[in-house]
């Protein structure tokens, strides 16, 4: 079965710092990963997918990288700003018959402040 | 254009009574998947479609659970004999294919009394 962490499990830091979230997986036939962000109440924005045959992919102030055999994949944010105040998950898809369901992490709750 | 679409936002209900969330996925998506959330936690997969089929049913947690995509777009998830644990948020996403990035919905966050 895919197990899925995310560490730090709450990170608060002033405006302005840049930032690293981990993720790591325990089964390293994934097919894709999907970072995601969820504001309290909300439903799931979609951030990042990095395909398994890729290593990394930026938008913006974010940039997730995949490292498929340690298991580990990092998302970078850039300038933090109060606006990403939210909840990260991360959320991986193994090949084979279960491809379209997503394993997800717990998440990492963050903090910026003013 | 618009995004997925869940009803209703928020239900309430008595242990032991029925009730149906809708998701109406993104236009054109063939795959429509549902997850559950509970506090705390991250998602936790129960089914997905591909078409009007259900492709994965294996995360449903027992008979009480059953959803439907009859023609291959809005679907409906259904849960007989409510249970308190069964109060958590139902979220619906919906992908273009199944190997591709999943759209998630604002759920319904459902309370069973």
């Known amino acids: 079965k895919q197990e899925v962490t995310q560490i730090p499990a709450a990170l608060s830091v002033p405006e302005g710092e840049n930032l690293v979230l981990n993720c790591s997986f325990t089964?390293?036939?994934?097919?894709?990963l999907q970072w995601f962000r969820q504001d309290p109440g909300k439903g799931l924005t979609s951030l990042l997918l990095?395909?398994?045959?890729?290593r990394e992919q930026t938008s913006g102030r974010l940039n997730a990288s995949l490292d498929k055999s340690s298991g580990r994949s990092t998302l970078y944010i850039a300038a933090s700003q109060p606006g990403d105040s939210a909840t990260y998950l991360c959320?991986?898809?193994?090949?084979?018959?279960?491809?379209?369901?997503?394993?997800f992490g717990r998440g990492t709750q963050l903090t910026v402040w003013p | 254009g618009a995004g997925v679409s869940q009803t209703p936002s928020n239900k309430v209900t008595e242990k032991g009574k029925y009730v149906e969330l809708r998701c109406d996925p993104i236009?054109?998506?063939?795959?429509l998947y549902w997850y559950r959330q509970s506090l705390g936690q991250g998602p936790e997969f129960l089914i997905y479609?591909?078409?009007?089929?259900?492709?994965?049913d294996s995360g449903l947690p027992n008979d009480r659970f059953f959803a439907v995509r009859p023609e291959g777009s809005v679907s409906t998830l259904k849960i007989q004999r409510t249970e308190r644990g069964d109060s958590a948020v139902y979220l619906c996403?919906?992908?273009?294919?199944?190997?591709?990035?999943?759209?998630f919905g604002p759920g319904t966050r459902l309370t069973v009394l």
């Open positions: 089964d390293s036939a994934i097919y894709n």
């Open positions: 236009s054109g998506h063939t795959a």
């Open positions: 990095i395909q398994s045959s890729q």
């Open positions: 479609f591909q078409g009007t089929g259900a492709a994965d």
């Open positions: 959320a991986v898809s193994r090949r084979g018959s279960t491809l379209g369901r997503l394993y």
């Open positions: 996403a919906s992908s273009s294919r199944t190997d591709n990035e999943q759209f």
